[in-house]
């Protein structure tokens, strides 16, 4: 196929989500930069636009300026990655909506849920899809855990437990990516809203199970830190299944520790981010085995997430293009969708963050959905 235009809002000189936006945008070919506003200052927008190729013609230091201009070029962007700080993603992404510009937005949604319905009354009005990032459902062990267990290889899901430690944030430090994300007002919220919401969707897309309730103790270690900097919260699934999460940043020796195991009456799944080719799968009374990305053993089509042979390692920036690959299939029309994360999940991101905050502010209380 032709390479998708894509433009890109924030992601600047300095940004880390942006180059990763980029780099999984282009690992299959099937997109090309084209145009940005890639900082709201008009020298650094500039600046980053030539070191990134981009014409100066198609370079832009306002996101409502971009998307009105590129509507109304014959050659415009299909569709536009929205890559600044959360409290900067309603403006941009309502903007291009309504000019019928397809969305790629990192996550979660926004800070607020009053930007957030505005976000979702955009969608429902607008002909253009709109997409979230929650990359690691981009993950062909994942999407195959979710195989597996809509077709009941797990049997009725009792358990469900999500970790996602990192130790960066242990002492106050002062860099780019720190600042905003303790943050209250840039950020919304802390581990819950950057790393727990990752957990919280991976948990509901690999499961299929809906939350019903959940009750978070959350708190921040770091003394004048005025965001979550670790959580725990116990989850009600529908189904009557049981889930927790732990969400922490101040988690030392945890570079970036994702781990998902999901417990089942006739079997199990466990996997971790560490080592992402590989899963544990256990049917009760006999051996546990361990299924490999790409491997033998899963069946016809095993390779549809995958580009290199198994015992090659994939990882992080290959899931992170599953998700910008099957987007640009979407759009077209080659696929359905169904395994992107889209305005409902973003908004059960919202409810999360929201939820947990509430049921903190009243001593772990359960809200229920």
Known sequence: ?????????????????GAVHRIAARLDGKWSLTSGALSSDPDRAAASAAELGIAPDR???????????????????????????????????????????????????????????????????????????????????MRQAREMIARGDLGNLRVIQAEYAQDWLTEDIQNKQADWRTDPKRAGAGAIGDIGTHAFNLLSFVSGLETEALSADL??????????????????????????????????????????????????????????????????GTPTQI?????????????????????????????????????????????????LPGINAAMDGMWFISACQDSAAHDTAWVRK
Request: with cysteine; aromatic share 8%; glycine share 12%.
């Open 1 to 17: 196929m032709k390479p998708l235009k894509l433009g890109m809002v924030g992601g600047g000189q300095g940004a880390f989500i």
């Open 59 to 141: 370079t832009y230091s306002s996101y409502a300026d971009m998307a009105k201009a590129e509507a109304a070029r014959p050659d415009g962007i299909d569709a536009v990655a929205i890559v600044t700080p959360n409290h900067m993603h309603a403006g941009p992404v309502i903007a291009f909506l309504n000019a019928g510009i397809h969305v790629i937005c990192d996550k979660p949604l926004s800070t607020t849920q009053e930007d957030a319905d505005a976000i979702k009354a955009a969608v429902e009005a607008s002909s253009a899809k709109f997409i979230l990032t929650h990359n690691y459902t981009g993950y062909p062990l």
């Open 219 to 284: 708190h921040s270690f770091v003394d004048g830190r005025q965001v979550d900097d670790n959580a725990h919260i116990l989850l009600r699934l529908k189904g009557g299944a049981r889930g927790m999460i732990w969400a922490s940043q101040i988690a030392v020796g945890c570079e970036n520790d994702l781990t998902l195991r999901i417990y089942g009456d006739k079997g199990s799944i466990e996997w971790d981010h560490g080592n992402p080719n590989k899963m544990r799968f256990t049917k009760f």
């Open 291 to 339: 299924l490999t990305r790409g491997g033998a053993g899963l069946g016809d089509g095993n390779d549809r997430w995958t580009r290199i042979p198994p015992g090659h390692p994939e990882g992080y920036l290959e899931g992170f293009a599953n998700l910008y690959s099957d987007a640009a299939d979407f759009i077209i029309g080659s696929n359905d969708g169904q395994l």
